[in-house]
C-alpha cells in the first residue's frame, strides 16, 4: 500500500506491499515532480520506436498487460487505441483528469504530484495511434492540478517525441463534465454534457477527428508499461484485472487519502494501511457515488477486484471507496446523495430528468415519514423506468446507487417510512458533495485531503 | 439482417407520434416518453416503423439496418 | 369580338390570380394555425398528434400549390406588366412596385421554409427550425402585399376574409407566444409586440390606404392602366 496526499502535501509512500509504489513511486508530497525528478525516478521514456507506423508494439503490450481503462468505465485500453489507429483521418488524444466524482481524488493527485507519468502516456499513446495533438483536460475546481499540469507542459517543450500540440483545457466542474462524450462536446466548443452516441469519440470526436480520450490514470500505467513491460505489469493484481490502481478511501477512516493498491488487495488490508476504521462502520460505498453500497458485516470478506466485488453487485469503478460510520443516518445520506444526482443530471434526457426527480422525492417523503403507499415498491419501479433510458450511464448509475441503499439499509428505510426523521439524521453530512465548484471545496463534514 | 429501432434520447421530447403510429412496438410511459418493447421489428411491421421515425417531429426516432443476428 | 375576347381572358386571369390569391391566404393562415397546434400538441383520441402534424405538413404543401398559381395566373393575365422574375426579385417591377415586392418577399421566405422542410432529413432540426420561424414573418408581408396589390381591395368580401384571417393568426400568435411562458420572456414579449404593432397599423393604414381614394395611383399602378379598370371589376362584358 502506498498512499499520497494532494493538498496538504503531506505523503506517506511507504510501500507496505512489495511492488508498490508503481504511479505513487517517488511521491514525496513536496509539490509536484519535476520531468527531472520523474526521469530519475522512472527511467527514460521508451525511444520512438515506429512512429510512422500506424499500429505501434505499445498496443500489443496493453493487449498483453490487459490493461483496463481506469476512469470508471473499465474498457480494454488496446482495444481502444487500435480503434482510434485503424481509423482514416489523423487522431487527437484527450487525457481526462477533470474528475467529476466528489470521493475520487486519484486523477487530482496525479496531476499535482505526478504529472509527467500521464503526459508519457499521453505521448506514447499519440505515437501509437498517429496523433498530433494532446490535449490534457482538468477540472475547473482543481487550480492547483491545473498549475501543476501547465508547469509539466511548459518541461516537455521541446522533448523529442512530443506531439506537435500539446495543450491544456479547463473543464467545467459538474459530475458529467468528464464523461466521454460530454469532454469532447466541450473540446469542440459546446456544452459539458454528453451527446448521443454512435458516432464515439473514437471515430468521429474533437474536430470529427478520430480520439482517444483516455482516463489520467489509465495513461500514467502505459508509461510504466512501455518501460518495464506487460509481465511486470501483471506481477501484481489478479488475472481478470492485473496491475496496480489508485483508490480514494474516505469516509471513517483515520487517514483518508489516495492509495496505490493491487487489484484484489482485502479492503480490510486497504483500510488498516488508512490508519484503521475511526469507528464501527455501517456500509462501504464502492465505487463512487453512482456505485453500490455494501454492508458492514461483510466488509471484511470483501476484495478489490471487479471479478471479487460482483457477488456484492459492486465494481470497482473509478477506484472508490468511501465508508459510512455507524453514526450516520444512511437513508438521509441517501437521500442527500439522489438529490444530487438528480440535479447533476443534463436535463436532456426526458426519463432521467424525470425518473431521478421522482426518486429523490420518493426518498425524501420516504425520509420523513411522509410516504405515500408502498415507496419501496415505488422506488423499484422508477427505477425500471429510469434504468438504460438515458443517453449516458448516469441514470443507471443513480439507479444502481438507490437501489442498493435500499436494500442494504431496508431497516433504516423501513423505520423511517414509520417513524419519520431520526436522530442522526440532523447530523452533518458524511458524504460530502461539492457546493462551491470555483473554490473546490464540499460541503457536509469535509473529507479531509490529507 | 433486420430492422431496429433504436431512440435517441436527448432529441425525444415526448411528441408521443411514434407509439400512434407503432402501438405495436412502442408504448409511453407515466411522462411521454417512448418505451419500446422489442427493437426489432419484423417485415411485417416495417412500413409502419418507418412512417413513424419520419413522423417523428426532432428526429429521435430511428429505424436501422442492422447486422446483428438475434 | 376579338375586342370581347381579349379582355375576357385577361379578366380570367385576373380573377384566378385574385382568388389563388385568396385561397393562398386562406391556406396559410390555416397552416400557421395547424402549425400552432402542433407544436402546442394539442390532441384527442379522434385527433391523434401525428394527424395533425401531417395536416399541417399537407395543408403549406397546398398552401404552395395555390402560391405557384397565383405567381402563374398574374404572369399570364397580361393587363399588368409582371413578368416570372418580378415574382422572385423584389422591387424590380414596375407594376406597384411596393406591394408586389411584398409578395416577392413573402414567396421567397415561403420557398426557402418548403425547400428545409422537404430536405428535413438531411438539414438536421436545428437548422430547419431557424428556418421554420420565417413563416411568422412571412405571413405579414403576404396580407400587406395582398392588400397593396389587388385592385378591388375594398371588396367586402376580400376585406372581411383578410380581416378574419388577421384575426386569427393573431389569435394563434397569442396562443404560441404563451406557451411555456415565462420562459424566453424577451422573444416573446418581441413577438407579442410585433404582433400588436402590425395590428395597429393595420387598422390605420387601411382605411387611408387600400381603402382610401385613388389608391391604385397612390400604389404605383402605371398611368398607362390608370382608369382602364374600375377598382370594382366586372367581366367583359362592362368593358368596351
Not at chain 1, 94 to 102: K, L, T, Y
Not at chain 2, 33 to 54: K, N, S
Not at chain 3, 56 to 71: D, G, I, K, P, Y
Request: some cysteine; proline content about 6%.
Amino acid at each position: 500500500m502506498s498512499r499520497a496526499t494532494p493538498a496538504l502535501g503531506r505523503a506517506a509512500g511507504r510501500a507496505v506491499d512489495s511492488g508498490l509504489p508503481r504511479l505513487l513511486a517517488g511521491v514525496d508530497g513536496h509539490g509536484g515532480m519535476s520531468l527531472r525528478e520523474h526521469l530519475a525516478t522512472h527511467g527514460e521514456l521508451p525511444g520512438e520506436r515506429s512512429h510512422r507506423r500506424r499500429e505501434a508494439p505499445l498496443i500489443e503490450l496493453l493487449e498483453h498487460a490487459g490493461l483496463r481503462g481506469r476512469g470508471g468505465a473499465g474498457f480494454p485500453t488496446a482495444k481502444k487505441l487500435r480503434a482510434v489507429a485503424s481509423a482514416r483521418r489523423r487522431a487527437i488524444v484527450v487525457i481526462n483528469a477533470a474528475e467529476g466524482e466528489p470521493a475520487s481524488l486519484k486523477d487530482r493527485t496525479l496531476c499535482e504530484l505526478t504529472p509527467h507519468l500521464m503526459l508519457d502516456g499521453g505521448q506514447l499513446a499519440a505515437q501509437a495511434v498517429g496523433a498530433d495533438e494532446l490535449i490534457v483536460c482538468v477540472g475547473e475546481s482543481s487550480p492547483d492540478s491545473l498549475d501543476s499540469v501547465a508547469e509539466a507542459i511548459a518541461e516537455r517543450r521541446g522533448l523529442p517525441g512530443a506531439p506537435a500540440r500539446v495543450h491544456l483545457s479547463v473543464v467545467p466542474s459538474g459530475y458529467l463534465a468528464g464523461q466521454e462524450s460530454a469532454l469532447v462536446s466541450h473540446l469542440n466548443g459546446g456544452p459539458a454534457i454528453p451527446r448521443f452516441t454512435p458516432p464515439m469519440p473514437f471515430e468521429q470526436g474533437v474536430r470529427r477527428r478520430p480520439t482517444l480520450v483516455s482516463n489520467a490514470e489509465t495513461l500514467a500505467h502505459i508509461a510504466l508499461i512501455a518501460r518495464h513491460g506487460s509481465a511486470w505489469f501483471r506481477v501484481l493484481g489478479v488475472g481478470s484485472q492485473p496491475g496496480s490502481a489508485l483508490l480514494t478511501l474516505s469516509g471513517a477512516v483515520a487517514d483518508p487519502g489516495v492509495y496505490e493498491i493491487e487489484h484484489g488487495a482485502s479492503l480490510a488490508s486497504v483500510v488498516a494501511a488508512a490508519g484503521g476504521a475511526s469507528g464501527r462502520v455501517r456500509a462501504a460505498l464502492v465505487g463512487g457515488y453512482a456505485g453500490t453500497w455494501i454492508d458492514g458485516g461483510l466488509l471484511n470478506g470483501v476484495a478489490l477486484s471487479d471479478e471479487h466485488l460482483a457477488p456484492h453487485g459492486a465494481a470497482l469503478g473509478a477506484g472508490v471507496v468511501v465508508l459510512l460510520s455507524a453514526h450516520a443516518c444512511p437513508v438521509a445520506e441517501t437521500v442527500r446523495v439522489a438529490s444530487w444526482l438528480a440535479e447533476q443530471g443534463a436535463g436532456q434526457c426526458g426519463p432521467c430528468l424525470n425518473g431521478l426527480n421522482a426518486l429523490a422525492a420518493t426518498l425524501e417523503q420516504l425520509l420523513q415519514g411522509a410516504a405515500q403507499g408502498n415507496s419501496v415498491r415505488r422506488i423499484e419501479r422508477l427505477a425500471s423506468l429510469t434504468r438504460g433510458r438515458g443517453a449516458c450511464g448516469h441514470p443507471d448509475g443513480a439507479v444502481r446507487f438507490v437501489l442498493s441503499a435500499v436494500r442494504v439499509f431496508s431497516e433504516e428505510f423501513a423505520d423511517h417510512a414509520r417513524h419519520g426523521p431520526c436522530d442522526a439524521c440532523a447530523r452533518p453530512a458524511e458524504l460530502a458533495l461539492p457546493v462551491d465548484p470555483r473554490a473546490g471545496r464540499l460541503r457536509g463534514d469535509p473529507v479531509p485531503v490529507a | 439482417m433486420s430492422d431496429r429501432l433504436r431512440l435517441n434520447p436527448i432529441a425525444c421530447q415526448a411528441h408521443g407520434m411514434c407509439a400512434e403510429l407503432l402501438p405495436e412496438r412502442i408504448t409511453l410511459d407515466e411522462w411521454g416518453y417512448p418505451l419500446i418493447e422489442d427493437e426489432r421489428v419484423p417485415h411485417t411491421l416495417i412500413v409502419h416503423a418507418r412512417r413513424a421515425a419520419q413522423a417523428c417531429p426532432t428526429f429521435a426516432l430511428l429505424l436501422e439496418r442492422d447486422r446483428r443476428r438475434d | 369580338m376579338n375586342d370581347v375576347l381579349a379582355a375576357s381572358s385577361g379578366s380570367v386571369y385576373w380573377y384566378l390570380t385574385r382568388s389563388t390569391g385568396a385561397v393562398a391566404l386562406l391556406l396559410l393562415t390555416s397552416a400557421i394555425v395547424l402549425g400552432v397546434v402542433d407544436v402546442r400538441r394539442w390532441s384527442t383520441p379522434q385527433w391523434p398528434r401525428f394527424v395533425v402534424d401531417s395536416l399541417h405538413r399537407n395543408v403549406s404543401l397546398l398552401a404552395m400549390v395555390f402560391l405557384a398559381l397565383h405567381v402563374l395566373t398574374s404572369v399570364l393575365d397580361s393587363f399588368a406588366p409582371i413578368s416570372l422574375l418580378d415574382a422572385f426579385v423584389p422591387f424590380a417591377g414596375a407594376y406597384r412596385r411596393l406591394w408586389l415586392g411584398l409578395g416577392a418577399i413573402a414567396l421567397d421566405l415561403l420557398l426557402a421554409v418548403t425547400l428545409t422542410s422537404l430536405l428535413r432529413q438531411r438539414l438536421g432540426y436545428a437548422s430547419w427550425r431557424a428556418v421554420h420561424w420565417l413563416t411568422y414573418a412571412s405571413w405579414p408581408i403576404a396580407l400587406l402585399h395582398g392588400f397593396g396589390t389587388g385592385s378591388d381591395a375594398a371588396s367586402a368580401w376580400l376585406l372581411a376574409l383578410s380581416i378574419a384571417c388577421a384575426a386569427i393568426v393573431l389569435l394563434a400568435v397569442l396562443a404560441r407566444a404563451l406557451a411555456g411562458w415565462p420562459e424566453h420572456l424577451g422573444r416573446r414579449s418581441a413577438a407579442l409586440g410585433g404582433a400588436g404593432a402590425f395590428s395597429l397599423f393595420l387598422l390605420l393604414w387601411l382605411p387611408a390606404g387600400p381603402l382610401g381614394s385613388a389608391w391604385a395611383r397612390r400604389s404605383g399602378t402605371p398611368s398607362s392602366l390608370l382608369g382602364h379598370r374600375p377598382s370594382h371589376a366586372r367581366p367583359a362584358t362592362e368593358r368596351r
